[in-house]
C-alpha cells in the first residue's frame, strides 16, 4: 500500500540527522537513527528485497545529510555567506523576485544578489537578501520583479535567533524561504533602478499575476477587509493587523490564513461543481452514451486543473499550498486513469518530493502541522468511518460514524426520496466537518502545544460556521478580483456582496475570542509525553474498532493483549492527564539554584529558580520603539518551554523600555504570586502601570528596600540599592523615574554561594554603594548597565572581585555594548567573560557550594 515509505523514512532520518544534536527528541541523534531504522525496519519485512533497494536505502540516508542547501558548510564559493561583513555597510546590487512589498511604515525588497561592494572592488554574489526601508514616502511603487537595482548604505547581517530554550527559530524560518541575510537601509540610503532583467518565463508569469491580483484587491478591498483578504486568499499576512492577527490566534482560525489543502480543495470543489453541470448537460445534448458512461465526470474533473493550477501559481511556492495541490492533482489523475486513490500513498510522495525540493522544510512548522493534519484525517477516516471492503466484514451493526460519515452504496442512495437526499446531504456535511475538526485537533495538538502554547477551546465550534464560510469566500474573491484585473466595472459589482461576507470574518472570531478561556496558554510538557499521547491515541483506536465476540449467553474473555493494551490505554490516559495539566508534577524541590541571563537583544531579563520550585523573574526585556513584544515573543517561551505556568516573583530594576517593557507582557499571560516593589514613593508612570496591572490580577505586594531583604527557602535576596535616603534625595531633586542610577541592586546569596544583580546603575551609584561598605564581593556579577564604558569602574570591579562576569547586550549594538575597555578592565581581572550577544543565554546552577555555568548558542552556533 506505501511503496514509498521506507525509502522517504530513509531519507527523512539522514536529513534529521544533519541537525544538531542538541534539538533531537530524547537524547542525541534519537529521532534520525528512530526514523532510519524504522525505514529499513519496514523494508526487511517486505517479500521482493534485493541489494540494490538496500544500497537504494543507505544512499537516501547519505543523500538527506548531504542534501544541498541543508547546512551553510555546503555553500558555494560565491554565496553571499562566504564575503560578509556585518560591522561594515555596502553597496548591494541585486534583482526584484517580486514588487516590493508595502507596509504602513516600512518597504520590503526581496532581492536575488549579484554583486556587493565593501569600498573596494564589487563582488559578484549569489543567494537571496530581503532589505528593509522605513520611509514614509511610497519609494517601491514604481518597482517591479526583475527591476535591477542598486542599494547603497546597507548593513547586511544574517539573520539571529534569541539563544534561549524554547525559542522560535527566526534565522531557520527565513532560510526555508531562501533568504540568507537581512538588511535595512539607512534613512540617506539611494536606491537606484540600474535596468531590468529577464526572469525566467514561469517566474516572470506568476510575478505579473500575482501582482495585478494584488493591485485589484487593494483597489476594490482596501483597510483591515482587505488586509485579511490577502492573508486568507495568498497567506500574506505582513499588512494585518495584530489585533486581527491575535483574534485568530486565540480562536484558533489562523489556519484559514494559511493557504493549505483545505483552501485548495475549496477552488478545487467550486471548479467541478461548475464544471459538472455543464459538461453533463453537453453530454447529454451531444453524446448521450457519455452521459450516461460517466465520462462527463472525468470532462468536469479535466476542467478543474486549470483554476488550480492558477490558484497555486499565484499563491507561489507555499509548502502547505504544494502539498495540497499535489494531493489533489494526483487524486483527480487517479479519476481520470480509473486506477485506485490511496491517498495515504500519495501523501508519502507529496512529503518525499517537497523535502527534496527544499529539505529545510522539515523544520517549518506549517510543513509539520500541514502533514500531520492530512495524516490525522486520512487515519481516522479508514479507521472510523470506512466501510470494510469485504462484503462480510460488513455484516453486523454499522457504527454512527460509518452510518453518517461512510460513503453510501449506490442501492441505498437509489432508494431515498429528494427530501431524505438532502437531509443525507446536509447531516453529512456537518457531521464530516465536526469529524474533520476532530480528528486535526486531537492529531496536531502537540504541536500547537510546543511550537505555540496556546489552545484554542472553541476551535472545533467555530470550525463548523467559519469553514462552510471560508469555502464560499475563498473561490468568490478569487474570482471576483481575477475578473476585476480584466473587467473593472464587473469586479466591482461582485466586489460588493463580498464585503459583507469579509465583514463576518472580522466580526465573528472577535466575538468569540471575547469570551473567557476561549483560549489558555500551556507550558511544555516533558518530551515523553508526547510518546503516552500518541500512544493514547493509536491504542484507543484500535481497540475502539475492534468487534466485541459477544452473544446474549456468553461472553468471551479479554486475551491477554488486549488486556494488556487496556492497562496501557490508562496508563497513558493518566500520564496524558498529569503532564497537560501539571507539566511538572514529577519534579520535587532540589539542592540546585538556578539563575538565567536570557538573550533579549539589547535589554535585560534574568530568571531565577530556587532550590524548593519557586521562580522569579527581574526584567523583561523590551525593544527600541516596542517594534518587537520581548516579554511574550522570547521570555515566555522560555518560560513556556520549562513547563512554567505561573510566576511566583516578579521585579524591575528600573523603569527603562528595554527591561521593563516584557514585564509588562508577562503580567497578561501568568498568573503573578508576589510583585517586589522597590520604588514606593517614586511616581513613575511605568512603575506605577505595571504595578496596577499586577496587582489586579490579586498578586501580592511585597515592599522591597535596602532594609527588608527576602528570604525563598535558603536562598536571600539582599536589596542594596536604592535605600530611603537616595530616594528621598531623588524626589527632592525633581527625579521621579526610576532611571538607571535607582536600579535595584540585588545580592544573592544561597550557601556559599553569591551573585551581584545591578540593573543598569553608572559610575555615581557604584561609588556610593563603596563608600557605604555595601557587600559587595560575589562569586558572579551582571555587570552593569550592559558593560557600558559610563559604568564598570575599575574600583567597583576590585570591590566586587567577581570570578566570572556577565554582559547583556545585542549583538553588534550601536552603544558598542559590552565596550571594549570595559573588557579590558575585567580581563586585567582576571574574570571570566560571559556575553549574551556572542555566548547565549547564561545558565548557572549550583548546590550553594559548587557551581556550574554554561551557554545556549542555539542554533547559530
Known amino acids: 500500500m506505501l511503496p514509498l515509505l521506507p525509502y522517504f523514512l530513509a531519507y527523512l532520518g539522514g536529513l534529521l540527522s544533519a541537525l544538531p544534536p542538541a534539538i533531537h527528541f530524547f ?27 538496500w544500497t537504494l ?18 555553500q558555494p564559493a560565491n554565496h553571499i555567506l562566504n564575503h560578509l561583513d556585518e560591522t561594515r555597510r555596502a553597496t548591494v546590487v541585486g534583482v526584484l523576485i517580486a514588487s516590493p512589498e508595502q507596509l504602513p511604515d516600512k518597504t520590503d525588497f526581496h532581492i536575488d544578489l549579484k554583486e556587493i561592494r565593501y569600498k573596494g572592488t564589487a563582488i559578484a554574489v549569489t543567494g537571496r537578501a530581503r532589505l528593509r526601508h522605513y520611509t514614509p514616502d511610497q519609494i517601491g511603487e514604481t518597482l517591479q520583479a526583475g527591476d535591477r537595482i542598486r542599494f547603497s548604505n546597507v548593513r547586511l547581517k544574517r539573520p539571529r535567533n534569541f539563544k534561549n530554550p524554547g525559542r522560535f527559530d527566526y534565522k531557520g524560518y527565513l532560510e526555508q524561504r531562501g533568504i540568507w541575510v537581512i538588511g535595512s537601509l539607512a534613512k540617506n540610503s539611494a536606491i537606484e533602478k540600474l535596468g531590468s532583467s529577464k526572469l525566467p518565463f514561469p517566474k516572470s508569469l506568476q510575478a505579473k499575476v500575482r501582482g495585478a491580483l494584488l493591485e485589484s484587491m487593494n483597489r476594490h478591498f482596501p483597510g483591515e477587509e482587505g488586509a485579511l483578504l490577502k492573508a486568507m486568499l495568498l497567506g500574506e499576512k505582513n499588512s494585518l493587523s495584530e489585533k486581527t492577527r491575535e483574534t485568530y490566534i486565540a480562536t484558533g482560525l489562523s489556519h484559514l490564513m494559511a493557504v493549505s489543502g483545505l483552501h485548495v480543495g475549496f477552488v478545487a470543489f467550486a471548479a467541478f461543481a461548475c464544471f459538472w453541470p455543464l459538461a453533463f448537460y453537453g453530454c447529454l445534448k451531444y453524446r448521450p452514451e457519455w452521459a450516461q458512461s460517466g ?17 497555486l501559481m499565484v499563491v507561489g511556492a507555499k509548502v502547505t499550498a504544494l502539498r495540497a495541490g499535489f494531493l489533489i492533482l494526483v487524486f483527480l489523475v487517479a479519476i481520470l486513469l480509473n486506477r485506485q486513490r490511496s491517498m495515504l500513498n500519495t501523501l508519502v510522495i507529496a512529503a518525499f518530493l517537497i523535502l527534496i525540493w527544499n529539505p529545510k522544510a522539515v523544520l517549518d512548522v506549517s510543513f509539520q502541522l500541514s502533514f500531520a493534519a492530512m495524516l490525522s484525517i486520512l487515519l481516522a477516516h479508514q479507521y472510523y468511518v470506512q466501510r470494510l471492503s469485504d462484503p462480510i466484514d460488513r455484516m453486523g451493526e454499522v457504527s454512527w460514524l460509518q452510518k453518517h460519515l461512510g460513503s453510501i452504496l449506490p442501492e441505498e442512495w437509489r432508494e431515498l426520496n429528494l427530501r431524505d437526499k438532502y437531509s443525507q446531504t446536509t447531516q453529512r456535511f456537518f457531521a464530516g466537518s465536526l469529524f474533520v475538526s476532530v480528528a486535526v485537533f486531537l492529531g496536531t495538538l502537540p504541536f500547537i502545544i510546543f511550537h505555540f502554547h496556546q489552545v484554542s477551546l472553541i476551535v472545533v465550534l467555530l470550525n463548523l460556521i467559519m469553514v462552510p464560510l471560508a469555502s464560499v469566500l ?40 471575547a469570551f473567557p478561556y476561549a483560549s489558555v496558554y500551556v507550558p511544555s510538557p516533558p518530551k515523553i509525553w508526547i510518546v503516552f499521547y500518541y500512544s493514547l491515541l493509536i491504542i484507543g483506536t484500535w481497540l475502539a474498532v475492534q468487534k466485541p465476540e459477544t452473544s446474549p449467553t456468553f461472553t468471551r474473555p479479554a486475551r491477554p493483549f488486549e488486556l494488556s493494551l487496556k492497562i496501557s490505554l490508562g496508563i497513558a490516559s493518566l ?19 538556578t539563575v538565567s541571563i536570557l538573550d533579549v537583544g539589547q535589554g535585560e531579563s534574568i530568571f531565577i529558580e530556587f532550590p524548593n520550585r519557586e521562580t522569579m523573574i527581574l526584567d523583561g526585556g523590551g525593544f527600541y520603539k516596542n517594534s518587537l513584544d520581548v516579554g511574550k515573543a522570547v521570555v515566555a517561551p522560555f518560560l513556556w518551554n520549562r513547563g512554567i505556568g505561573q510566576i511566583d516573583y516578579l521585579a524591575a530594576t528600573h523603569s527603562d523600555n528595554d527591561h521593563i517593557s516584557g514585564l509588562e507582557s508577562l503580567a497578561e499571560l501568568f498568573p503573578i504570586e508576589h510583585f517586589l516593589d522597590g520604588f514606593q514613593g517614586l511616581n513613575d508612570y511605568r512603575i506605577n502601570r505595571l504595578r496596577q496591572k499586577v496587582l489586579g490580577k490579586n498578586a501580592e505586594l511585597i515592599p522591597f528596600h535596602a532594609d527588608s531583604p527576602l528570604t525563598i527557602g535558603e536562598v536571600r535576596l539582599l536589596p542594596l540599592h536604592p535605600d530611603p535616603g537616595f530616594v528621598r534625595r531623588a524626589v527632592l531633586n525633581h527625579k521621579g523615574r526610576a532611571g538607571n542610577e535607582l536600579s535595584l541592586v540585588i545580592r544573592l546569596e544561597y550557601r556559599d554561594f553569591s551573585m551581584l544583580l545591578t540593573g543598569d546603575i553608572g559610575a555615581s551609584t557604584e561609588e556610593y554603594l563603596i563608600e557605604h561598605a555595601a557587600p559587595l564581593k560575589a562569586q558572579f556579577l551582571k555587570s552593569p548597565h550592559h558593560g557600558s564604558r559610563f559604568s564598570n569602574s575599575p574600583r567597583f570591579i576590585h570591590a566586587v572581585q567577581p570570578n566570572s562576569v556577565i554582559f547583556s547586550s545585542g549583538y553588534l549594538n550601536w552603544m558598542r555594548h559590552p565596550h571594549p575597555e570595559v573588557i579590558h578592565r575585567y580581563e586585567a581581572q582576571g574574570t571570566q567573560i560571559w556575553r549574551t550577544d556572542l555566548n547565549g543565554s547564561i545558565h548557572i546552577t549550583s548546590d550553594g557550594y559548587r557551581h556550574q555555568i554554561q551557554n545556549y548558542p542555539g542554533r547559530d552556533g
Open 575 to 593: 500520564g496524558v492527564i498529569l503532564w497537560l495539566f501539571l507539566p511538572r508534577w514529577h519534579e520535587r524541590s532540589s539542592e540546585v539554584l
Open 27 to 53: 537524547f542525541p541523534y534519537a529521532l534520525p537513527a528512530g526514523t532510519a531504522a524504522s525505514g529499513i525496519l519496514i523494508y526487511s519485512r517486505r517479500k521482493n528485497r534485493s541489494l540494490w533497494k
Open 295 to 311: 465520462m462527463a465526470r472525468k470532462i468536469a474533473v479535466a476542467g478543474c486543473f486549470l483554476p488550480i493550477l492558477f490558484y
Open 474 to 513: 475563498i473561490p468568490l474573491t478569487l474570482f471576483a478580483v481575477s475578473l476585476a484585473t480584466v473587467f473593472p466595472i464587473l469586479g466591482e459589482l461582485l466586489s460588493w456582496p463580498l464585503h459583507y461576507l469579509l465583514q463576518t470574518f472580522l466580526w465573528i472570531p472577535q466575538f468569540f475570542a
Open 57 to 74: 536505502l543507505l544512499a537516501l540516508i547519505a543523500a538527506g545529510y548531504f542534501a544541498p542547501g541543508w547546512n551553510d558548510r555546503f
